[in-house]
């Protein structure tokens, strides 16, 4: 089965293709072609994500990359598909640019040897996520090959079994992993603890209660004068700090009795205590590094002492960190630490990407959930964005 994945939930553009053969205890998957466009010098000068401009150069980019990945994967012929002119002008009405680039692309192309299109509707930035959903509506009905909508947090956590670099095929043992495992989910967006019974079976067990970890990390930066997004930035600051008694900061909820977490407490004490040290004159490079190691420590803890307490109540066999934050070193090692198989993300499928979409989506296709399709009773102008869908719901 050849799958297209399609990712525009925050500011990546992201498509690949991928094969997979073998059965579904133990699939192989294959790399075809994958292509991240990344937005983050563009968003650097706002501190943030700026969903308006995110949206748009989605739009701008992703005609470009599906003719990329197609011929990457050596799907790509010159040739003639013809489709509803007309359903094509309404499934992409409010997008007339795209409507038009990618219109006249598939029109002079010939349909492509893909199977299903996996596309990620929530959790992430709704304008955003539309466009990637118009898109795959529009590959769908051109091709006449069905959509499944994923959820950008299953990838995440499902980001764990498969390595970007590698040039063989990769066999995916899921006998090999024990169960239940505990995910944890730390992105820009979302900080949360998942029990994992099996894979298609998740239950949050707690969540932030304000900002994310990455969130906190990206505040943070700005704090310490580094540029968006901050969590790289801190890490490679922190790796010159130095424990300083003057820089001590807290660790917001590591006590209450629940999975909750907070991190804005966190934020603030490193306002007041960035202010504190400028009172002082001992505002430096040096206390920036103090403070950026300090924060990552905190950080460490709180996650960590959270998920010790979940291995011994939910009986954890393993643990699988997902999202951005789980490309930080320290936050790695400190988890490497709680004495059960740990599962981590290569540093590239760690941020955003349609690799972990495509396998997320695998999964979801071969336990049976509903896909759509144009001309049948569900169609693909169901899917929609919703920036909140919860990983269990
Ligand atoms: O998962 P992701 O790419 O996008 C979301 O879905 O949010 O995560 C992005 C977040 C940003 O907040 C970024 O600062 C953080 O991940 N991040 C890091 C590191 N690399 C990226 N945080 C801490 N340490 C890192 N090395
Ligand atoms: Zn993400």
Redesign the pocket.
């Known amino acids: 089965m050849k799958i297209l994945a399609i990712e525009t939930?925050?500011d990546e553009t992201a498509l690949s293709i991928l094969e997979i053969e073998g059965d579904k205890q133990s699939p192989v998957f294959r790399i075809l072609a994958d292509e991240t466009h990344s937005q983050i010098a563009l968003h650097a000068e706002f501190g943030g994500v700026f969903p308006t401009l995110a949206k748009r150069e989605h739009a701008k980019n992703i005609p470009v990359i599906l003719e990329k990945v197609l011929k990457d994967a050596k799907l790509f012929e010159s040739g003639e598909t013809e489709f509803d002119t007309e359903k094509m002008n309404s499934i992409l009405e409010r997008e007339p640019e795209l409507l038009a680039t990618i219109s006249s692309f598939l029109r002079n192309t010939k349909k492509p040897e893909i199977d299903h299109i996996v596309v990620t509707s929530g959790p992430g930035l709704e304008p955003t996520l539309w466009i990637g959903i118009m898109f795959a509506r529009a590959l769908s009905l051109a091709w006449n090959i069905r959509v499944t909508p994923v959820n950008?947090m299953e990838g995440?956590l499902l980001s764990v079994l498969i390595d970007s670099t590698q040039e063989e095929d990769k066999t995916i043992n899921l006998t090999e992993i024990q169960f239940p495992v505990l995910g944890v989910l730390i992105?820009?967006?979302?900080t949360e603890f998942v029990v994992i019974e099996k894979i298609g079976s998740y239950k949050k067990i707690g969540q932030t209660v304000d900002d994310a970890v990455?969130?906190a990390?990206?505040k943070v930066a700005r704090i310490l004068d580094l540029p968006y997004?901050?969590?790289?930035k801190?890490?490679k600051l922190a790796l010159e700090g130095k424990k300083n008694e003057l820089v001590k900061l807290p660790r917001p909820m590591i006590a209450t009795p629940d999975y909750n977490l907070s991190f804005s407490g966190l934020k603030t004490a490193v306002l007041y205590l960035s202010k504190k040290l400028q009172e002082q004159n001992l505002w430096n490079e040096e206390t920036k590094q103090d403070i950026a190691r300090e924060f990552e420590h905190a950080c460490a803890e709180v996650l960590t002492s959270k998920a010790k307490k979940a291995i011994k109540e939910f009986d954890i066999q393993s643990l699988v960190i997902g999202?951005?934050?789980a490309?930080?070193t320290h936050i790695r090692n400190e988890f490497s630490k709680l004495g059960i198989p740990l599962l981590l993300p290569k540093h590239k499928l760690a941020?955003?990407n349609s690799i972990m979409i495509a396998i997320a989506g695998y999964f979801e296709i071969s336990q049976g959930k509903e896909s759509y399709l144009y001309g049948t009773e569900k169609t693909p102008d169901e899917i929609k964005a919703n920036g909140n869908w919860s990983v269990d719901a």
């Open positions: 939930s925050c950008h995440h992105s820009g967006g979302h990455g969130e990390f990206d997004p901050g969590g790289p801190i890490s999202g951005g934050v490309a930080n941020t955003d």
